[in-house]
């Protein structure tokens, strides 16, 4: 009887080495340490997106509530706008003018996703914050 297996080589080639593992580990690590900031920017600036697209829906509805009223009188978010209303990310109030002539919409953010991110406002002139 020939054996020519020998104990060390089995053991090397049965898996990998803490050094190894180690070093994919750091590997990851780094990886992730660079993707994460740059994955919650991108939420950010599409929950940004979203709420500016809200604001721009409300303001045609505001239009249209005007056209029909000849004033801005009795407009609310609530009705005009639910999915602004509703946004988890920002809070959304409409501040009538003078003689309920003219308004603006102002999103504040308020979840702690948008942390860091500026108020976004549009007025009845066509005013936005983000242009």
């Known amino acids: ?5 020998r104990p060390t080589s089995a053991r090397r080639m049965a898996g990998f080495t803490l050094i190894e593992l180690m070093i994919v580990v750091v590997i990851i690590g780094i990886l992730a340490a660079i993707a994460y900031p740059s994955y919650t920017r991108y939420v950010q600036r599409t929950n940004e ?3 500016q697209g809200q604001i721009m829906e409300l303001a045609s509805a505001l239009e249209a509530h005007r056209a029909k009223n000849f004033n801005y009188a009795g407009a609310s978010i609530a009705v005009l706008a639910p999915k602004l209303d509703g946004n988890n990310h920002y ?3 409409l501040a009538l003018g003078a003689g309920n002539q003219s308004y603006t919409i102002t999103a504040v953010p308020s979840s702690s996703v948008m942390a860091g991110m500026e108020v ?3 007025t009845s002139a066509g005013e936005a914050s983000w242009e």
């Open 49 to 51: 997106a979203a709420a």
């Open 120 to 122: 976004l406002r549009y």
């Open 1 to 5: 009887m020939m054996t020519n297996i």
């Open 91 to 93: 809070a959304a109030v």
